[in-house]
């Protein structure tokens, strides 16, 4: 059974940091691309970054490049996000999904998804 | 960037009747790269339809995709209780954004 716990979420003041981790099984991790996906309290889904299987190649919405990075240990089957300079409207619920293709590219729809952390940006 | 827009906002139906959802891409779609996914208070996505028609492992028949180019539709044949939530369209190409849903609610 594929299983995704994030986790890492709290509270913190804009322009600090925050790593988020997802925690996957039930599936061979290295072989699936893996992204992150948020959603602020009461609005819609907001893709935010994906990485390849390998981990070699890593996409990122404009909203947050330059601010964000993803990264995975397949070794430990986890996925990570590292927030840095964060805002008041990266105030959100993330989500980690995996790919549904298993060939590690990232133009995959996302087939499983975890049930989320919330982060809170706020002073 | 490709914007994706859905309609309508809201839909408001009884059980057993038929939904038919729209989302529009502002530029055509790669491969007919569009997905939908259902997703109801409190939970997370679930993937109904990817690329534009083929229904994801589980799903119920009563749920269809349809479209190409610039122009998806999700259909939901009759509608059952389950199905009342809210439904977003993605492109999962180059870029993978989101429309911005359609609530599906009881009449």
């Known amino acids: 059974e594929v299983q995704l716990l994030e986790s890492g979420g709290g509270l913190v003041q804009p322009g600090g940091s925050l790593r988020l981790s997802c925690a996957a099984s039930?599936?061979?991790?290295?072989?699936?691309?893996m992204s992150w996906v948020r959603q602020a309290p009461g609005k819609g889904l907001e893709w935010v970054s994906a990485i390849s299987g390998s981990g070699g190649s890593t996409y990122y919405a404009d909203s947050v490049k330059g601010r964000f990075t993803i990264s995975r240990d397949n070794s430990k089957n986890t996925l990570y996000l590292q927030m840095n300079s964060l805002r008041a409207e990266d105030t959100a619920v993330y989500y980690c999904?995996?790919?549904?293709?298993?060939?590690?590219?990232?133009?995959?729809?996302?087939?499983?998804w975890g049930q989320g952390t919330l982060v809170t940006v706020s002073s | 960037e490709i914007v994706l827009t859905q309609s309508p906002g809201t839909l408001s139906l009884s059980p057993g009747e038929r939904a038919t959802l729209s989302c529009r891409a502002s530029?055509?779609?790669?491969?007919?790269?569009l997905a939908w996914y259902q997703q109801k208070p409190g939970q997370a996505p679930r993937l109904l339809i990817y690329g534009a028609s083929s229904r994801a492992t589980g799903i119920p028949d009563r749920f269809s995709g349809s479209g190409s180019g610039t122009d998806f539709t999700l259909t939901i044949s009759r509608l059952e209780p389950e199905d009342f939530a809210v439904y977003y369209c993605?492109?999962?190409?180059?870029?993978?954004?989101f429309g911005q849903g359609t609530k599906v609610e009881i009449k």
């Open positions: 993605q492109q999962y190409g180059s870029s993978q954004p």
């Open positions: 530029q055509s779609v790669s491969s007919s790269y």
């Open positions: 999904a995996k790919g549904q293709n298993d060939y590690g590219d990232y133009v995959t729809p996302l087939d499983y």
């Open positions: 039930g599936f061979t991790f290295s072989s699936y691309a």
